[in-house]
């Protein structure tokens, strides 16, 4: 299935290092974007969530949306099992 977290994905591989995501003059690399909505995915997967059930998501506008967007997003990709929770290797950078 090709959704947003599938497009995340493959430009994680492609342009791991390219900005993913900018805020203000924080930025994020789409592999630590990616990495990070892993995360998200997995701890989904671990409270229960399944593909097809709904969720809602209620944040302003800030950088974590994305994340737990593409995270939901990616739960639907993620194989059974699989869980990057718990690894923290986020790293922001200024510009």
């Given at each position: 299935m090709v959704n947003l977290a599938s497009n995340l994905a493959d430009m994680a591989s492609r342009r791991a290092d390219g900005?993913?995501?900018r805020v203000g003059e924080i930025e994020t690399t789409y592999k630590e974007l990616d990495q990070a909505s892993a995360r998200v995915a997995g701890l989904l997967g671990e409270r229960g969530?399944?593909?097809?059930?709904r969720v809602g998501i209620m944040l302003p506008n800030v950088a974590e949306f994305a994340v737990v967007y593409y995270?939901?997003?990616g739960h639907l990709r993620r194989s059974p099992g699989r869980s990057d929770a718990g690894r923290s290797d986020r790293r922001s950078r200024r510009r």
């Open positions: 900005v993913g995501l969530l399944k593909p097809g059930d995270g939901v997003a």
